[in-house]
């Protein structure tokens, strides 16, 4: 057997481990170490992310999952995995103090090191922003290498995500969230506790998928037919969960996509009267059923939304001093800023207010910069270039209405840097 092909066996085998049912206690923790160790391990000699790739699959699907995994999700545990990594391959991976602390990587870098500055002087408790964002630099040296291979790993990798956590929804529906239950108090909410994140979680594989598609001709009838799998499973799971953010941010990926994207027209449009039979279909199936009821509920403040953007800057404009402008009150403050709606501490629902808020303009500015950063990379001749300007804006939609980054969920810094070595890929033969 070849060794590609049980590289394949074996991550099959750690995606049927990883779903784990038992949503009471842990594995124990020895096992969850041998986990991680095995998943990580076969990518460590690979220079075209393989283990990055591995990484991101695996800890996404415990991060969006309802249940207790094998796999961690505080990030420090992988900081301390890939420290590890580095030290023991430390002469196989050429200039690594570089990779990690210059070029590309600066920016990540000072941000992590403005967010601890910050929080630390305004006595926040120190959360998993900065384990994410030094996870983030951590990741850049197992990356030396970037062409289509590295393209395949990480669109394997979002997709796996998609399919799992889709065959999780529809096999566990009585536990799982499916929308939210102010709508839908007949449904139990027992394991997931917002649908909005786990529906960008879905949403993201989704968006690959398209960008698969798109480049069909690249490759073989089984990883095409697994794209159409993936998409096609994330719509019944998003509408079920009645996001509509995520939604909008898949539709935002899909239709730039189709607009950018160099595909012939055929294609494109054989693509789209496919996708107009599969969402009538789940028309006529009453799937569009709490995303209606939602819409009909809906008082025009976005679920709150308005009210909460309202409050938190006018409290903030209105009693910051000049160094708050600059630089932020902190997490705890930010969060705790004034009572919404009878709570203490309401998210900001928007990230751009909230690194704002939390972290003053300064934050903002480097908030912002870390998350176009892949538009500011394009240049003619980038095979990808839809598919880059298409996850930008899938990121910028989701961060309009949600706070992934602020509330650190690595899924999504890990689409923005899968979405930076897009904007690297120089031949799709490479």
Known sequence: MKPRTLLIYYFLLLVLM?????????????????????VLYPGLNDVRGLLVAALTCFWSIASFGYTYSYMPTMPHIYVIAMTLGLWIFWDRHKEITSRLLGGENSLVFF?????????????????WTPYTLLTMTMIVPFVPVVNRRTVTYFSLAFMTITAVLSCYLFATRNIYAFGASEYTPELNRIGWSDQNYLGLGVAMGASVAITCLMHAKLYRWYFIAYSIFAFGVSLPVLLLLGSRTALMCLVGSVVIQLMFSSAKKKW??????????FVIYLYTNEYFDLLERRAEMDDGTGSNRLLIWDKKYTTFIHNASFGDMLFG?????GVGITPILGMNNVGF??????????????????????LLRPLMR??????????????????????????????????????????LLLTKVKEEDG
């Open 268 to 277: 494109k449009a054989l693509l789209v009267m496919a996708g107009i039979g």
């Open 349 to 370: 629902h928007n990230d751009f207010l909230a690194f704002f808020v939390s972290y003053g303009i300064v934050g903002l500015a480097f908030f912002t910069a870390m």
């Open 18 to 38: 990883v779903s784990w049912t038992n949503t009471v206690m842990a594995p124990p923790l020895p096992v969850r170490v041998a986990f991680l160790f095995a």
């Open 329 to 333: 009150i902190g997490k705890d403050r």
């Open 111 to 127: 941000f992590l090191i403005y967010v601890w500055l910050c929080d630390a002087y305004t006595e926040s408790t120190l959360g």
């Open 378 to 419: 394009l240049k003619k001749g980038i095979p990808y270039r839809s598919a880059v300007i298409a996850n930008s804006a899938f990121l910028v939609l989701g961060c309009l209405t949600l706070e992934p980054f602020f509330m650190d969920l690595y899924p999504l810094y890990a689409f923005l840097f899968y979405t």
